[in-house]
């Protein structure tokens, strides 16, 4: 026979075996640790530093000093020394730190008690069924919130499938709302549970409502008070009305005539008599003026004042700075209006307009060719250092037919250029081959707009620059032919020149880099003023 018990390996007194009483205490030692077994913890991987009599511990993985090589088993404190058990399959114990019972599976300790599992039905004062399988019957049914907000969620699977809310009378549909079919919120009603009718349906996507039947408005006793705007009722008389603008509004008029107002019997046409808006039915004007709009934009008509009307009419008086100059090229001279002529290293002009450059809209012109000398050409300008910006506005045009080649540069408008050189104070077009872009110059530091165009050959250009008094932009238009709207319409704001230092001319040169006599362009107007000049004389 075995010295142990077979189970839990208690010691067994032997026959005739001395000191008795130590065998029956060893075993009585055991059964104490295992006897409604319960530890601290199970979280340990070494012993405490100060344990007590009686301590029991499940030894955690990873243990290390006195307890290593002891994982998962029993630990217990036991006459100053570490009492050591190895579980056995089937063992429970209460760990007190989580308030969990567990139990040795397998070689490791796993949760004893297992939740049960859950209802697939549930009928509370009913009896559910496959399809129901939460029944409830009672008076009421309340689902609250536990401390802050609540949501009921009826989830589907598919766009085809149905989440709804179904009421019904003696059990068959009266009305339901959700998501049937699709996924655009619906509500829909039925007389007989059969035939189903849609009341309104929504856009997922815009949130728009659609009403398929049509909209009745309960007569209502009085208007309402204060109402706000969008606010849609049938007054006691039969005739709907809105609020709109802070007033009330009748919404149509019944069908027949009102005054001078014929509406159609559908109420989709109204039609105003000939003539029945007549200078008596125009609001009265406070004195001499017209009716008109004195700013940009859409608006109501306004009685306009004499100096609102000069401004509409962009004739404004002209301040005693304001002024324009402006030449048309047509025959050979030196001086040409305000602008000076002159040849750049044998460069040539002439009015032998070629036949494609006549166009039928401008007369005269003057032809400006280089010369076999590199960068020879032509300038009309006027001196090169008599203009700063800031102090008025300033405009330079010119009309131009376009001729360029390879190698020809052009530079037209503000600057102070009077060989190829690019200029240093200004504010200019600058055209290289037949690619032409917006620039400024400050001593010697310029700025370029990225934005540039293509001239063709051949083609009629309009050049127009205009400089705000303060000097803080520069904007820089280009027209083709007889076309009203700017091919080219952009701003610049840095590198403006606004001292004596930077002073400019305005005017137009011409070169060619190439050694051979080239055409580059046909000049037929230039002028120059400020903003306020060129509108009252030309625009």
């Known amino acids: 026979m075995s010295d142990d018990t077979p189970i839990l390996s208690l010691p067994l007194i032997l026959p005739a075996q001395a000191q008795k009483h130590v065998t029956h205490n060893e075993a009585l030692r055991l059964l104490d640790v295992?006897?409604?077994?319960?530890?601290?913890?199970?979280?340990?991987?070494?012993?405490?530093?100060?344990?007590?009599?009686?301590?029991?511990?499940?030894?955690?993985?990873?243990?290390?000093?006195?307890?290593?090589?002891?994982?998962?088993?029993?630990?217990?404190?036991?006459?100053?020394?570490?009492?050591?058990?190895?579980?056995?399959?089937?063992?429970?114990?209460?760990?007190?730190?989580?308030?969990?019972?567990?139990?040795?599976?397998?070689g490791e300790w796993v949760n004893a008690v297992t939740a049960p599992p859950a209802p697939v039905m549930l009928g509370i004062n009913a009896t559910a069924d496959a399809t129901n399988r939460l029944t409830v019957s009672a008076p009421a049914t309340l689902l609250t919130h536990e401390g802050a907000g609540h949501q009921l969620k009826i989830n589907k699977a598919l766009p085809a499938d149905t989440a709804s809310l179904l009421f019904q009378s003696g059990w068959q549909g009266r009305a339901e709302m959700g998501l049937a079919g699709d996924d655009a919120f619906a509500v829909k009603v039925s007389a007989d549970g059969n035939q189903w009718r849609t009341a309104f349906a929504t856009d997922p996507a815009s949130g728009s409502l659609t009403l398929p039947a049509p909209l009745r408005l309960g007569a209502q006793g009085a208007a309402p008070q204060s109402p706000a705007n969008g606010t849609l009722w049938l007054d006691p008389t039969g005739e709907v009305r809105v609020a709109s603008a802070g007033a009330v509004q009748p919404v149509g008029l019944a069908d027949g005539n009102r005054g001078d107002v014929t509406v159609s019997a559908s109420g989709a046409q109204w039609t105003l008599a000939a003539g029945s808006v007549g200078n008596g039915k125009l609001a009265l004007m406070a004195g001499p003026g017209l009716k008109g709009r004195p700013t940009a934009g859409s608006g109501p008509v306004e009685d306009l004042t004499p100096a609102q009307t000069r401004a509409v009419l962009d004739l404004a008086p002209l301040s005693n700075v304001d002024f324009v100059e402006v030449a048309r090229f047509g025959a050979p001279a030196t001086i040409i209006g305000p602008f000076v002529a002159a040849a750049l290293s044998s460069g040539t002009y002439s009015t032998a307009v070629p036949a494609a450059a006549i166009l039928g809209i401008n007369p005269?012109?003057?032809?400006?060719?280089?010369?076999?000398?590199?960068?020879?050409?032509?300038?009309?300008?006027?001196?090169?250092?008599?203009?700063?910006?800031?102090?008025?506005?300033?405009?330079?045009?010119?009309?131009?037919?376009?001729?360029?080649?390879?190698?020809?540069?052009?530079?037209?408008?503000?600057?102070?250029?009077?060989?190829?050189?690019?200029?240093?104070?200004?504010?200019?077009?600058?055209?290289?081959?037949?690619?032409?872009?917006?620039?400024?110059?400050?001593?010697?530091?310029?700025?370029?707009?990225?934005?540039?165009?293509?001239?063709?050959?051949?083609?009629?250009?309009?050049?127009?620059?205009?400089?705000?008094?303060?000097?803080?932009?520069?904007?820089?238009?280009?027209?083709?032919?007889?076309?009203?709207?700017?091919?080219?319409?952009?701003?610049?704001?840095?590198?403006?020149?606004?001292?004596?230092?930077?002073?400019f001319g305005a005017g137009l040169i011409a070169t060619n880099a190439l050694t051979v006599a080239s055409d580059m362009i046909i000049l037929y107007e230039m002028a120059i003023g400020t903003i306020a000049g060129f509108r009252r004389l030309m625009d």
Not at 35 to 55: F, N
Not at 82 to 101: C, D, N
Not at 439 to 454: D, E, Q
């Open 34 to 106: 295992l006897v409604q077994l319960a530890v601290s913890d199970r979280t340990r991987t070494a012993p405490p530093t100060t344990p007590v009599e009686g301590d029991r511990h499940i030894i955690a993985t990873g243990a290390t000093g006195p307890w290593t090589d002891r994982d998962g088993q029993v630990a217990c404190f036991w006459g100053g020394a570490w009492l050591y058990l190895m579980p056995q399959e089937g063992w429970t114990a209460r760990v007190v730190a989580e308030a969990l019972t567990v139990a040795w599976q397998g």
């Open 364 to 503: 005269f012109g003057v032809f400006c060719r280089s010369s076999a000398s590199a960068n020879s050409g032509y300038r009309f300008s006027t001196a090169v250092a008599c203009d700063i910006f800031g102090v008025t506005t300033r405009k330079f045009r010119a009309k131009c037919l376009w001729r360029g080649t390879n190698g020809t540069t052009v530079r037209l408008g503000f600057h102070n250029s009077i060989t190829a050189a690019d200029s240093n104070n200004g504010a200019y077009f600058e055209v290289l081959g037949d690619q032409i872009a917006a620039k400024t110059a400050a001593a010697s530091v310029r700025s370029t707009h990225p934005t540039t165009l293509t001239l063709t050959l051949n083609t009629l250009y309009t050049f127009d620059i205009e400089a705000d008094a303060p000097a803080t932009a520069i904007r820089f238009r280009v027209w083709e032919n007889a076309s009203p709207t700017p091919v080219l319409d952009v701003q610049l704001g840095t590198n403006l020149p606004t001292t004596a230092a930077q002073a």
